[in-house]
């Protein structure tokens, strides 16, 4: 087991830092001085993510500090390898904590879809403020009778004299309740898909209501809230690409999002191969360490190789989202499926090792196991993730 544990650090090693047996130029040294700053930053967490946990309370501070460590103006630019090395850092994050890792994740796609498609007045008011964590960032796309079929949405916009009117809720709108700005997905027209329209919403926007926070059995301290609309006024240059073209705004969010969930699924991996390998070679059961029984070295072996997969897969995508190649949205479906679904196996089989123990106060693993599941849901089912690689194949 130690080999195996051993081939995935080689692999870590070389999605976030430069190898340093081969020498390394001034870009690898600054991404490997953000993966270092990102791990001081975070080492020693574990008290403060339980107590925020437990609380639903906002890391408001850490998430700062992580915003002005990531790469998130890299990957707004599309400078080469950026979005690689982004999931590289969610990985790191997410290992120690998922909604933490949720929230980089959900902030950069806010700022970097307004970065893509928004208009020259929006872009200078915003993408500096969310890229920097001075401002959060909601993205609103659910509604009660819309979840993964987007036409169903009926939020509507209709227009005046100079923009539009929102009219209608959002659900589960992740970061709503710290929120400064929320893009938000609206109908413009009866046109299905080709009827919607995205914009980007100030929070104290008269006639925009935050309801509380919802109480979530994981990622609780990634904030999420309704958010009723009721003749909010939108100036036309907060509108996001063009009128009744937001879905291919959302198709193009939907690209990036999948695989930083995807690296958010590999780091939760991670933390439990790493948590289970420990306890199986300290618990001594039949008068050996339980490591040594087949049936849970086997178990053990299948969660390393079943990470391996994920992490490489994972990394596939961003280099062709980085590279601009046409199977983008293909490999970032396949990710978000592929390193979720395995996040649900490794996460599932960690607790099956710690047995007991796992259900002890402090043991993190049944809550890893809970936020394994929320990743094989949000941002489309997995599901809806076969269906979308189904319709490409």
């Not at 209709?158 to 710290?178: C, M, Q, Y």
């Not at 009744?244 to 939760?268: I, K, P, S």
Request: hydrophobic share 45%; charged share 20%.
């Amino acid at each position: 087991m130690s080999g195996a544990a051993g081939g995935v650090e080689v692999q870590r090693r070389g999605v976030g830092a430069p190898d340093p047996a081969q020498g390394a130029s001034a870009s690898e040294s600054a991404t490997a001085a953000r993966m270092d700053r990102l791990r001081e930053l975070l080492d020693g967490c574990a008290e403060t993510v339980t107590e925020h946990e437990r609380a639903g309370r906002f890391p408001a501070e850490l998430f700062g500090r992580i915003m002005a460590t990531v790469p998130a103006e890299r990957v707004i630019a599309e400078e080469p390898g950026a979005v690689r090395e982004f999931c590289a850092n969610v990985e790191v994050i997410a290992e120690k904590w998922l909604a933490l890792a949720e929230s980089v994740h959900l902030q950069t796609l806010v700022a970097r879809t307004i970065a893509r498609h928004g208009r020259p007045q929006a872009r200078a008011a915003l993408v500096p403020e969310l890229v920097t964590g001075r401002m959060v960032g909601a993205n609103c796309v659910s509604e009660p009778a819309a979840g993964s079929d987007m036409s169903a949405i009926e939020l509507g916009a209709e227009r005046t004299d100079g923009g539009f009117r929102l009219l209608g809720t959002k659900t589960w709108a992740g970061h709503a309740p710290v929120a400064g700005v929320f893009v938000v997905y609206a109908r413009t027209s009866d046109a299905g898909l080709g009827g919607l329209t995205c914009f980007a919403v100030d929070a104290a926007t008269s006639g925009v209501t935050v309801a509380p926070a919802a109480r979530k059995h994981s990622a609780a301290a990634l904030p999420s809230a309704d958010i009723v609309f009721d003749g909010a006024e939108v100036p036309a240059d907060r509108v996001l690409g063009r009128v009744n073209r937001g879905a291919r705004v959302a198709d193009d969010m939907f690209t990036q999002g999948r695989v930083g969930l995807a690296a958010c699924a590999v780091g939760l991996s991670e933390a439990a191969l790493r948590r289970a390998t420990a306890y199986a070679k300290t618990r001594i059961q039949f008068g050996v360490p339980i490591i040594r029984h087949q049936a849970v070295g086997h178990l053990l072996a299948d969660m390393a190789t079943q990470l391996a997969a994920a992490r490489q897969l994972l990394y596939r995508a961003c280099a062709e989202i980085d590279g601009g190649g046409p199977e983008a949205g293909l490999l970032a479906a396949q990710a978000k499926l592929f390193a979720t679904d395995t996040a649900m196996r490794v996460t599932t089989d960690a607790v099956q090792i710690l047995g007991a123990s796992a259900y002890l106060p402090g043991e993190a693993a049944e809550r890893w196991m809970r936020e394994a599941k929320l990743l094989q849901i949000i941002q489309g089912t997995n599901q809806i993730q076969r269906n979308a690689i189904a319709a490409r194949l």
